[in-house]
C-alpha cells in the first residue's frame, strides 16, 4: 500500500500546481489542430520531467488527420500562438497543426500501458457573466470562438501531473509508459492520425477518462467502464451547378440549391435500422447568390451516427447514395470530404473491474455498473479497439465530477477537484498494472 499512499500524497501536493496550470490552458484555449501554444508547453514540461518526447510528424499521421484548416489559417495560428507565449523550442514542430506530444517512460521488460489526454478546446464563445468563474476570476478564453468547454484544458493539465507522479515512482514500475497528448479530439478529428502513426501498437493496456458530470451520483465517484458510444462520421458537402439568369434562361442553369434541397429531405428520411439506434442530421446548408440567378454552388454540413460501427456504416452509404444521386437529377455534381469520424467503444470487462478494486483500495467510491452509456462519441474508439483487435485491454473511464453546465455549453465549468483525482486514478491503475512488487 505504501506506493499507492505515496501517489496520492503527491497527487493533493500538486493541486495548487495544477489549478495554475489548467487555468493557463483554459485562458489560452485553443481548439482542433491550432493546440501549438499548449502542446509546445507539454513537450516542454515532459522533456524537462525525463521523458523521451515526440512532437510534430511523429505524433500524428499528416494524411490521416481530419477537418484541418487551410495554411493561411494555421499561419495566423501559429503566430498567435508564438504571441501568447508558447515555447519557442517546442512550437516550431506544430507548425502546420502538427500538435499533440506523447511521452515515453522506458522501466525495462514489461506490459506497454498507454495513456490518453485530450488537449483541444471547442469553437465555443465563452460566458462573460459574472456569475461564471473563469470570467470573474480573468481566466476565461482570451481567444474568440474558442473555449474549453468539455474539460480538455483538465484532461491535459492531469497528464502533467501523472507524468510527473509516474515518474517518481518510476523504481517501482516495469515495462512502458506512454502519455498520449491528443489534439483535435472534438469533432473526432485527430485520434485516428495516432494510430495510423502506429503509437497503439504493442500497447497492452489503455486508459482514457473524460470528466462527466452527473445528477445521479455524488461528487468524485468513478465509473470503471463505458460502452455503446455512438459511430459517427462527419462530412463537409458542396453541389456544383451553373448559375444562369432566372428570367432569360433558366433552363441554362443547373440549380444546386435544388440538388442540395432534395438531398436534404432524402437523408433525413433514410430509413431506421432494426439492428439498433442510427442518426443522421443536416446541420447547415447555405447557397445561392441572390433572388433572380440560378444558384451554382451549394454547402451543407452532415453527420451520420449509429450504436455501433456497422449500424453507421448503413446510414453513411445510404447518405453518400443520396447525395451522389440528388446531385445528378438536377445535373450537378457533388463533392464530399470526411471531416471527422468515430468508432464504437466499448471497455473490457475483465480491466473495468480489475481497476475498480485498485480505486476502492485507493479510497474512491465507485458506481455500481462497470459500464456507463456514453451518449455523444469519442474518437479514443480508434485506440481502443486498435489495442483491443491485438489481444489489448482497454477502457474509458468516467470521472464524475461536478459542473457549472453541461459540456459544450458556454458556462462549462468543473470542479478542480478532478485534477487531483484524475492524477489519483491514471496513476494507481498504472502502478498495478506495471508494478514490481506485490504490496
Ligand atoms: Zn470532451
Redesign the pocket.
Known sequence: MQITEKIITQAEALQPEMVAQRRDFHKYAESGWFEMRTTSIIARKLTELGYEVLTGEDVCDRDARMGVADDATLDKQYERAIAQGADPEFVQATRGGMTGAIGILRCGEGPTVALRF?IDALGVIESQDADHRPFAEGWNSVNPGMMHA???DGHATVGLGVAKVLMDIKEHLRGTVKLIFQPA??GVRGAKSIVAKGHLNGVDYLLGT?VTGNTKYPNCMVCPGAKDSLATSKYDVIFHGKSAHAGGSPNGGNNAMLAAATAVLNLQAIPRHGGGATRINVGKLVAGSGRNVICDEAFMEIETRGANTELNTYVENYALRILENAAAMHGCTVEYKLMGAAESLTSDVSLAQRLRKVWEAAGFTLTEEDMMTAGGSEDFSYMMNAVQQQGGQATFFRTLTKLSAG?HNRRFDFDEVFLQNGVKLFCTAVYDLLKTTTK
Open positions: 485530450d468539455c474539460g480538455h479530439e472534438e473524460h459540456a
